[in-house]
């Protein structure tokens, strides 16, 4: 089950900018702006050796606005799923994508972009949202829409459970 409380957004990601982690902090920027009560949460590593990858000190100056927080890399994801109420992966590529795939197995609903890899796991507005990839705005309104409705993020948690487990599974 999703849990209660103040909803976490999980970025469960290398902290790269082609993961879409600036447009995913500068629509979290608008959201708290606006007053939503929610916490981001990055897991991942940093890649200095990428022309793409997040510096340490930025991520620190982020952590410093008081909504974002980074746990840095972790081996195990199962605890950190179970504790966010939803996830966001807005990146401009993927493969497919196994922290996705982790996500809706763990029932959690998805933001993810229009991009092949992703939107391979998600059912747009079944089990989360599909958004164009570098855009804002499409962004904050799916976040906004899952930050406010708790109902919906079970329901599409659900959603995505099922269609994991028939669809990704071994088995299948």
């Known amino acids: 089950p999703i849990p209660d409380g103040v909803p976490q957004?999980?970025?469960?990601?290398?902290?790269?900018s082609d993961k879409g982690l600036y447009e995913l902090v500068n629509a979290c920027r608008v959201l708290h702006s606006e007053g939503e009560n929610f916490?981001?949460?990055?897991?991942?590593?940093i890649d200095e050796n990428s022309r793409a990858g997040v510096t340490e000190t930025q991520i620190r100056n982020w952590e410093s606005l008081g909504y974002i927080k980074w746990l840095g890399n972790q081996s195990d994801m199962v605890p950190i799923y179970k504790k966010c109420h939803l996830v966001c992966l807005p990146s401009y590529r993927e493969g497919l994508s196994l922290s996705l795939l982790e996500a809706a197995a763990s029932g959690r609903p998805i933001v993810t972009t229009d991009v092949p890899g992703c939107r391979d796991v998600v059912d747009d507005h079944r089990s989360g949202f599909v958004v164009p990839a570098r855009a804002?705005?499409?962004?904050?309104?799916?976040?906004?829409?899952?930050i406010r409705d708790s109902e919906l993020r079970s329901v599409m948690g659900s959603r995505g459970r099922q269609v994991v487990m028939q669809e990704f599974s071994l088995e299948a």
Not at 10 to 15: A, D, K, T
């Open 9 to 16: 957004i999980l970025f469960p990601s290398r902290l790269l």
């Open 39 to 45: 916490q981001l949460i990055l897991s991942g590593p």
């Open 136 to 146: 804002v705005k499409p962004l904050v309104e799916a976040l906004r829409t899952l």
